[in-house]
């Protein structure tokens, strides 16, 4: 799947211009009140991927980019402690960690029970909702229960396709091979809304300008869509995971959390 995603990591247009747009709120604040021991931790070994875009991936000099990247730096830049962030294969990145080959690990991993055994994490940062789209006229008084006997897209297979078999039982399903080709037959009137990930859709609609936007609230189901993205570190690493919760907490206070984001969101997917 993460391979999947380099196709929407084309679709960045961070020259895009900005508007008033909902934004990512997991953060707590009021951790920034609680000042950690940074004498504790003068520097952190980010360990991270190059697979999974846009949050980190390499470009096309070579150069590891993506929000995860941006993050990790902007916390280490903001706090003035030490910061490297190196790229392992997916498949080594959380053993590398448990081998204490880095202090923290940005790159997706889940928050399962198996994960929790082997690592802290720090706050959730972001989440990836579920969202509908639907055509410009049709978003502004858009309402869930509206879609009964309506033509749903959704990816074949997905969690987001079992959400509307289950809250939204009487919406004939749509089912296509991926999010683009669901999207597609939306744009081309094949389908009355689409419902799937919203990051994902937020790329498509960065390019579909004046067709179709998000309508209604973003879904937020860990059990079908996850808890989101959070920082891991070794088990036991209580003074690192304060640090970046803390950190974590003055970037999103000072708003550059929130410049990074629509940075490299253009089209909020909150």
Request: hydrophobic share 50%; glycine share 8%; charged share 20%.
């Amino acid at each position: 799947m993460r391979a999947l995603l380099f196709a929407f990591a084309l679709l960045l247009a961070p020259s895009a211009p900005v508007m008033a747009q909902a934004l990512p709120y997991h953060i707590d604040p009021g951790a920034r009140e609680i000042v950690p021991s940074l004498a504790a931790v003068p520097s952190i070994r980010f360990l991270t991927t190059a697979d999974f875009p846009p949050f980190n991936f390499r470009d096309d000099k070579g150069e590891l980019v993506g929000f995860n990247v941006d993050l990790a730096r902007a916390l280490c830049a903001d706090l003035a402690i030490a910061c490297t962030v190196q790229a392992w294969p997916w498949d080594q990145a959380a053993r590398a960690l448990e081998d204490r080959q880095g202090d923290a690990l940005i790159a997706g991993l889940a928050l399962t029970r198996e994960n929790g055994a082997l690592f802290d994490f720090s706050q959730i940062y972001l989440m990836l909702p579920g969202r509908f789209v639907t055509p410009v006229a049709a978003a502004a008084r858009f309402e869930p229960a509206s879609l009964d006997g309506k033509r749903v897209a959704v990816r074949r297979g997905s969690t987001h396709a079992e959400f509307i078999r289950r809250y939204l039982p009487a919406a004939g399903l749509i089912q296509f091979d991926s999010e683009i080709m669901a999207l597609d037959a939306l744009s081309k009137g094949e389908a009355d809304a689409y419902f799937g990930d919203a990051m994902r859709a937020s790329f498509w609609l960065n390019e579909h300008v004046g067709c179709c936007e998000f309508a209604g609230e973003a879904y937020f189901r860990p059990d079908l869509f996850g808890d989101g993205l959070a920082v891991a570190v070794p088990a036991g690493a209580d003074a690192v995971r304060q640090v970046i919760d803390y950190g974590l907490a003055r970037l999103k206070r000072s708003g550059a959390y929130d410049e990074l984001y629509l940075r490299w969101f253009p089209v909020s997917f909150y």
